[in-house]
């Protein structure tokens, strides 16, 4: 039955994805649009720039036959003096991720509030200004150690390195970065798009499996290159991922309960006196539910480890080559991320239980008290039970 489910989980998930490279030409710069968020940007050094008049261009998650790869950052020279990369960026709209391109101008517009690092912190560029048909370097975030370059300067960059290196903009989870007038002029502006030697080095990134971010689980061999498109010297690999980047069933964590539920008893079974009362009748139930679903996703995350170690023991039969291992890879992320984002969904739909009622409010006075030698003696205290709580509306 678990098999049948997922198999059909990844028919939809298929039939989805055949129409979601396509090219979508509503809105200016945007280029495809897919149903997984892209990778944290990973943490790597950038190589020393090979001559001057070089500008750095940082590394991006694309999204190609086998999912999302990493396409390394690199030295690039613009195409025209006086012109500055934005870098492109994945934002989201209307249930779907879609890519943004990079463009040059002679400013730089807004790149979703990614901080792709040496000299791009999420909103503007840090790394040089032209002056004088020559460009100007900041040593705070080049590498320009290795090349005798003269037109330098320092400026420090708030937030050069960051904790959060999420990579889109928008939807859960992303970025909460809007764009500011400037950038909005920016962006209407006439722009320059990616050089023929940008477009090869992102082509020659296609190529490669170890570059899917399946394989290297968001941590690439080749994070940044000293020249666009050279993937076999001057290379710099990541010195680890971003963030994690779940691939199969056994990367995620085990089920648990949506933030404020009511948990389950862990005292003793006779608690002291002043400790807090068992859980009503409501709570009980609710806990019921809860223990229920999370045992449900549990063996469901087992079955699908199962089914995804046999298509690796499958592989190792067969000696598969690496595009083949990359195809398996971004079907297991599929089928790993579809399941994720359901048992999430499923788990939030539970309902916390109503507060109870006050325990020992009393009932509102209707008239005013009658005068003390009038009032009547006060009857014992019933000790009858709180009336039960109503039952938790079930999903």
Known sequence: MIKTLIAAWLLVISLTLGALALPTMAAAQIEFSVTIAPPPVPVYEQPAIPAPGFIWVPGYWYYGPYGYYWVPGTWIQPPVVGLLWTPGYWGWSEGFFVWHGGYWGPQVGFYGGVNYGYGYPGRGYEGGYWRDNRFWYNREVNNITQVHI???????????????????????????????????????ERHTPATQVQLQHRETAATRPDLVASVNHGKPEVAATAKPGNFESHTVAASRAGGPVPVHARDLPKPQAPAGAPQAP??????????????????????????????????????????QERDHAYLNQQSANAQKQAAIEHEHRQQTEFLQQRQASEMQSLRTPAPPPPQHAPPPLQHAPAPPAQRAPTPPAQHAPPPPRGEPTRP
Do not use: C, F, W
Request: no cysteine.
């Open 150 to 188: 003269t037109n330098i300067y320092s400026k420090t960059v708030i937030n050069n390195t960051t904790v959060n290196r999420v990579s889109y903009v928008g939807g859960p989870g992303g970025l909460t970065v809007q764009p500011t007038a400037e950038e909005q002029r920016v962006a209407h």
């Open 266 to 307: 862990t005292g003793a079974p006779h608690a002291p006196a002043g400790a807090p009362k068992p859980p009503s009748n409501a709570e009980a139930d609710y806990q019921h539910q809860q223990a229920a679903l999370q045992a449900r996703h549990q063996q469901e995350r087992d079955a699908l480890d199962q089914m």
